[in-house]
């Protein structure tokens, strides 16, 4: 049985430099300064406490049209087959959730 994760919205919006589809999840802050130099190129990157949380980051890229969006609508945690916990999102623009 998955188990609800709280989480919370870091940052979102319709402008990324990352213009193909993706959906990542960032572990390290080395992780994290890549991904924001790919999404905001020089621009600032929040602060996250890896520690404490990790970042689920899912991009449309670019799209013909305006109006496209999605959105991280829950998130849980579950045990696989070998007893290793994982993280899952359910995917619903261009959004970052820190849990």
Not at 20 to 39: G, Q
Request: proline share 10%; charged share 20%; with cysteine.
């Amino acid at each position: 049985m998955a188990e609800p994760v709280p989480f919370k919205p870091l940052a979102s919006g319709t402008q990324s430099g990352i213009e193909r589809p993706r959906t990542v999840v960032v572990r390290t802050p080395a992780e994290w300064k890549t991904l924001c130099a790919d999404h905001v190129p020089g621009g600032p990157c929040p602060s996250v406490d890896f520690s404490r949380s990790t970042v689920v980051g899912v991009f449309l890229g670019t799209r013909p049209t305006a109006g496209a969006r999605v959105e991280i609508t829950a998130s849980s945690v579950r045990e696989t087959r070998w007893s290793s916990p994982i993280a899952s999102a359910a995917l619903g623009l261009t959004r970052w959730w820190r849990r």
